[in-house]
Every structure is written in structure tokens, then in C-alpha cells.
């Protein structure tokens, strides 16, 4: 019999992918049928081994979750027999095709945001974005070909972010405690742990190696979670057509052992502190409770200072290189309050019941119809003013200030006419 509810996603993070398997038993405990079909294979897929021990793909399979070569999974969800089609919102190149097959259908159709600021609307007739903010990044910032079609949603769930929740990946075990897991990385477990976030702007001996060093020079333990490419890249090799920082993994170039993928929640739970620069985990931070260091971005430092202050109730923004020596060194680093937490992530999800795995099973109940009061919603019916008037209250002065003077000037001569009732 055909399930409720088909998740076929294409574009998975190795190090996250496990938040939506557990989305997958949530929804089987609240009444609705799910399979769970990921793409495994290069570039941005998950590798068998790697991502998931060999050993537990057959007990995945029993209880529907499967991984699947792309073309497979691609021919399957166009395929599908469930009533409802959810996927990803990445920039992908079959997801178009497989949404309007589904809809051709009578199949329903949704989208899942798996970061703030990027969601690529390929079509569905529901989307789920963590906050209205996403809208104001896809219509204002980013202004990508795809995100004309956000008005053409039939409804737009703002269900928080799954990919946020401090669920940590236990397919490979795990750890009993903080002792176990700096047993494997040689951590001296009565020293802070401080956890390098890099991203591709990152990689140059003026930012990556600094950090690098003054962690060392703190004596201090230093654990670098890689971006999900760089992941990538060390699992499946480089691509043809694909490209990604340096063309090798940073932890490679640099000289350093980065946390193995699997274990990088475990390195959030763990961690006393994050280090940043170019990178929006600032905004997943206040979910694990713990403090970021923020490093000022060379690039668009106007989008990083406003990421920065959305965080701000449980983050520092650092001058520079020296004041991130100092404060290491001394180990000057804030202890935030769960008051001070709480602030920041309701600057990144809406009030409301239940977290985001409890938002977004009530989004799908709604979509196929059943019972429950539903996550806050907006319905475009192609109105991008509808859009504008549901993120605008959020968009304060700093993240205008991000916008491109083009785009700045659009926006606020919308926000005016909106203010005068056109």
C-alpha cells in the first residue's frame, strides 16, 4: 500500500541527513505513513559506508527508509503513489521535472527549507520555510529565477527548521559522553573544546591557519566541522563540472584532522565554543546552546554583520584576528544565559507550538487534509505583495543595509507603497 507522505531528497548533507529520519519516525508515531528515499552517489549525495554503516541499510529498508542512485530516485518519486511528494529546496536540476510529473498526477506537492536564507522554489504547491525571513533572502537578496515562483505556492508553512534541532546522529553509535568523543580526536578532555566552522571563503593561511593557530597557541582543543561540500568532496573525489574551494578538502590543504562527518553534532553537543567568519551556523547555534565567536567577513560583511545581530542575544562579533588570540588565550569567552538562547532563536523561528519536527508534521497533516491546528501560513494566490507583507515586519535596518543599492532601492520604495496602501 502507497504511504501517506514520499520524502525524496536529493541533495543530502552527510552530516545532517539523520534530522530527517528522525522527521521519519515522528511522523510514523503521529499516524502518517512515510518513505524516506535519499540519493546516494556523487556530487551531493550520501555514500553507503560513509554516511550510513553497511551493516544497518537492510534494518533501514524494514522501516522504509532506502537509498537510491539519483536516476532511480528520480524515476520513483515521479512515480510515486503516496498522496503527498515532499523533497528538497536546493538548486537542482531534477527536481522541477519530478514535481510537475507528481502534480501531473493529482499528487500533492511540497518543498522543506534546509537553511534560512535558501530555498529554490521549484514548483511545489506548499512550501515549508523556517521563518517569513527566507521569503525576504529569496525575493529581495538573492533574486534567483526560481523565486518568481514563491507567489505561486498555494500555501507557505512557516515551520522552523529541522536541520536546527539539537538531534545528534547515532547511526554509527555515538558517545556516552563528552570523555568518549575527545578519546578519538586526542582532545584533552579537562581543556575547552573550540569548534572551527570554515567556509570556502575561509581557506587561506590569513583566516583558516590564524584560527588554527591560535587555538593551538591557547593550548586549547581545536575541532573543525568542514562545510557540507568539503564533506562531499571527501567522500566522493572531485567531479567533473563541480567545484568547491580549493579543489581538496581544507582540512587537507591546511594540515589539520577535521571531525568526522557523522560526528558532527556530537561536536556541537560538545563544544564550548564555535569560531566563525563566512558561515550562517551563527543562526543553528543558539539551537545546540552554545556561544560563537564571529570573525568579521571580507565578503559581504554587510550580510555576515546582519546574521551576526540576529544572533546577538548569545554571540560576540569580534574586531579581528588579535581580540579572537586575546580572548582564546584568557579564555574570555561569554556564558550566555538560556534566556539569552531563546532570544536568538526566536529571531529565527517564529513563536509558536512544539518545535520544528512538531511544526512541520502539523504542516503535512494540514496539507493532506487532516485535523490540527497548522503551523502560521501565508497564501500568495500570486500576490508577491502577500510575500512582502508577511516578511517585511522582520527586515530590519541591518539586513537592508545587506541589499545591493539596486535591490535597497526596490525594497524600500515597496515598503513605502505597502506603507500607503498600494
Known sequence: MAPDILIAWFNAHGGAFHKLIALHGK?????LSCELCFNAGPPRGLKPGADVPEGKIGEMERVGVRLMPRPELAEYARETGARLLLTDAHHDRDIPHVLAAAKARGVKTAQMATLLGDFTCHGADHLLVQHPLTLFFEREFNRTRESARLAQAERIYYTGNVFFEPTVNTLFGGYADRAAFCAKYGFNPARPICLWLPSAPDNSPEVYGQVCEAVDKAGLNLAIKLHPWDYALKKHGPQPGESWGLGKPSDEVFGRRAVDEPDTTWAFRFCDVAIL????????????????????????????????????????????????????????????EGADYAASRAVVRLPGKGDAYARTIAALRHILGGGGEPPAFVEPKGSFRALAR???????????RSLTPRRRLRYELGRILRAVGL
Open 27 to 31: 511522523l510514523a508515531a503521529a499516524g
Open 277 to 336: 567568519r563566512t558561515s550562517a551556523m551563527s543562526l543553528e547555534l543558539p539551537f545546540w546552546e552554545r556561544p560563537a565567536l564571529l570573525l568579521p567577513a571580507a565578503l559581504k560583511p554587510e550580510l555576515f554583520v546582519a546574521q551576526a545581530h540576529m544572533a546577538r542575544r548569545s554571540s560576540v562579533w569580534l574586531s579581528g584576528m588579535d581580540e579572537l588570540r586575546t580572548r582564546l588565550k584568557r579564555w574570555d569567552v561569554p556564558r550566555f
Open 390 to 400: 508577511s516578511y517585511s515586519p522582520h527586515v530590519d535596518l541591518l539586513l537592508r
